[in-house]
């Protein structure tokens, strides 16, 4: 799978846009960029070839003295988010460049990785879509429980992975071929055709489909 370049951003909201035959889509706008190149990597001295791109600016008295010193090197101000974007090959990026929302074109296909809303501690039949105990026949405080997990013979415990209840939520999602409706450069902002991982303001990386 061919290593592709990708940009940061956050998500803005939702919203609907009319297209030129009249009809609606739906549109997640987000807010993509510029992300400066503060690292770039090779497979000479860091044994792969990537890009480490910084997003979301602050204030240089928040930011740690190792920290500070690995961001100054590229030339441009501090940043609360780095992440790594793996290439095939990195000469023609330079230290400082801005990655922007220009690298994609409306009707591209792209993957959006965010964290999922946390829902906190739910039981079987909201996290995993249970159908639930019988509501009559004798059937009594039992509605919503998951029902037997284990057996006593064997294998003596309850399987790994079984579906229980839990933390649903709060959990990186990758979507694929999410399509680009607009792009707008003067605003850094990405349209993508319906929803995506993440609450409104939620970091999300945006990565063209390898």
């Not at 940009?7 to 030129?20: H, Y």
């Not at 992300?35 to 860091?46: A, G, S």
């Not at 961001?71 to 780095?82: E, F, I, S, V």
């Not at 004798?138 to 399987?159: D, M, Y």
């Amino acid at each position: 799978m061919a290593k592709t370049l990708g940009i940061l951003g956050k998500k803005l909201g939702m919203t609907r846009i009319f297209k030129d035959d009249g009809t609606i889509c739906p549109v997640t706008v987000i807010e993509a960029g510029p992300c400066p190149v503060m690292q770039i990597k090779t497979l000479d001295k860091e044994g792969y070839n990537a890009l480490q791109l910084g997003y979301d600016t602050i204030a240089e008295r928040k930011v740690n003295k190792p920290m500070k010193g690995h961001q100054a090197k590229a030339g441009k101000d501090m940043y609360r988010t780095l992440k790594e974007f793996p290439l095939d090959a990195v000469e023609e990026y330079e230290l400082g460049q801005d990655i922007t929302v220009e690298i994609f074109s409306a009707g591209e296909k792209v993957k959006v990785t965010g964290t999922s809303k946390g829902k906190g501690f739910q039981g079987v039949m909201k996290r995993h879509n249970f159908a639930g105990s019988r509501a009559s026949h004798g059937a009594e405080k039992v509605h919503r429980v998951p029902g037997s997990v284990g057996n006593a013979t064997f294998p003596g415990r309850v399987w790994k992975g079984k579906k229980m209840p839990g933390q649903m939520g709060n959990a990186r999602v990758t979507v694929s071929n999410v399509e680009i409706v607009d792009v707008r450069p003067e605003d850094n902002v990405l349209m993508v055709k319906g929803q995506i991982p993440g609450p409104n303001n939620g970091l999300v990386m945006i990565r063209k489909n390898g």
